[in-house]
T-cell receptor, first 109, second 115 residues
Framework: RKEVEQDPGPFNVPEGATVAFNCTYS??????FFWYRQDCRKEPKLLMS???SGNEDGRFTAQLNRASQYISLLIRDSKLSDSATYLC??????????FGSGTRLQVQP | EAGVVQSPRYKIIEKKQPVAFWCNPI?????LYWYLQNLGQGPELLIR????????DSQLPKDRFSAERLKGVDSTLKIQPAELGDSAVYLC?????????????FGEGSRLTVL
């Protein structure tokens, strides 16, 4: 079983739609959680951290459910520029980040 | 401020040939990572350095892969000999502190094609 699992998609949504991605992780000792964004043929970049209480950054909302070991990302009012692959990332203490395989989002006009 | 710099951006070699990738992290970043990314997959850690010390190389295939960060700044990743399955993007990343902050800054990657 992979440490971090994501639905690969693609999620094809129209502009303005709300879309949500989930991610599950297997290591209950995981302590830090993040979403990274990766555009086609580009490097990954940090989108946002995920906190236990949930957090929001503009149109993006991240939630963590430690009991069920899953993380979610909600994007409201999708823009064409949101089209990318979203990587769920988990860290266990001092170990390096473990990346999921990513969920591809395609926002259509 | 310059980001993480990698070279070469692209490399095409025949199998059994050697190849080397170079990375210069963001100035002041003590921790340096080499990740491998296959098409449609997320980055997978190969090795992590804190300063010049390799603190996590458990995923590095040591029979053919080697890495060094001699002065705790730039780093080189070598493959010798390359195999067809090594075709991938090799990403270098750096961070100020150990992994937990999540603030990894990646270079543009070195795309390797092994024929």
């Amino acid at each position: 079983r992979k440490e971090v699992e994501q639905d690969p998609g693609p999620f094809n949504v129209p502009e303005g739609a709300t879309v949500a991605f989930n991610c599950t992780y297997s290591n209950s000792a995981s302590q830090s959680f993040f979403w990274y964004r990766q555009d086609c043929r580009k490097e990954p970049k940090l989108l946002m951290s995920v906190y236990s209480s949930g957090n929001e950054d503009g149109r993006f909302t991240a939630q963590l459910n430690r009991a069920s070991q899953y993380i979610s990302l909600l994007i409201r009012d999708s823009k064409l520029s949101d089209s990318a692959t979203y990587l769920c990332v988990v860290s266990t203490g001092r170990r390096a980040l473990t990346f999921g395989s990513g969920t591809r989002l395609q926002v259509q006009p | 401020e310059a980001g993480v710099v990698q070279s070469p951006r692209y490399k095409i070699i025949e199998k059994k040939q050697p190849v080397a990738f170079w990375c210069n992290p963001i100035s002041g970043h003590n921790t340096l990572y080499w990740y491998l990314q296959n098409l449609g997959q997320g980055p997978e850690l190969l090795i992590r350095y804190e300063n010049e010390e390799a603190v996590d190389d458990s995923q590095l295939p040591k029979d053919r892969f080697s890495a060094e960060r001699l002065k705790g700044v730039d780093s080189t990743l070598k493959i010798q000999p390359a195999e067809l399955g090594d075709s991938a993007v090799y990403l270098c990343a750096s961070s100020l502190a150990v992994a937990g902050t999540g603030e990894l800054f990646f270079g543009e990657g070195s795309r390797l094609t092994v024929l």
